[in-house]
């Protein structure tokens, strides 16, 4: 009887762990999931500037802007990391709060942000500053242009 049990038991265990896990590889952030929302903004366009250039990683940058003004990119491929524009104050005071903000790589560090992915900052977060640096840059174009957006 007891040994019953602990099959039973285990077989639970086994269970709830596989729900587990695909419960986490179905929330983790992916590459579509993020696209899909980058180009859910109103005006969002995507494209690959650097088809041309000398290494893999650059060639899978994806760009997302508006207007032509980049407000994220990312790599398609590693897709570790994203960096979006952001405001100084704004910037510095996220980078000492997570360990996964940190000044925007091969960007000016006082308006762009690099963002890790899987790191400790919360999926809806990232969204959250994603659609912060789209209204930035959109706040920046001239008012005729940001009616069309708005």
Known sequence: MRKDACSVYLF?????????INIYICCVMNFKLFREYCLS?????????????????DRN?????????????????????CN?????????RLQ??????????HMNHRHWMSVYF???????RIFE??????????KSLPKRVQLKFL
């Open 12 to 20: 639970v265990v086994d269970v709830f762990m596989f729900v587990l």
């Open 41 to 57: 903004l109103k005006g969002a366009t995507e494209k690959m500037p650097f088809g041309k250039a000398n290494n893999e990683h």
């Open 61 to 81: 940058l994806v760009v997302f802007a508006i207007e032509d003004k980049w407000f994220c990119f990312v790599n398609s491929e590693s897709f570790d990391f």
């Open 84 to 92: 979006l524009k952001s405001a100084p104050e704004e910037n510095l």
């Open 96 to 105: 000492g709060e997570f360990d996964g903000i940190r000044p925007g790589y």
């Open 118 to 124: 899987n790191c400790d900052v919360p999926d809806n």
């Open 129 to 138: 500053l994603v659609k912060t640096s789209y209204f930035l840059v959109l």
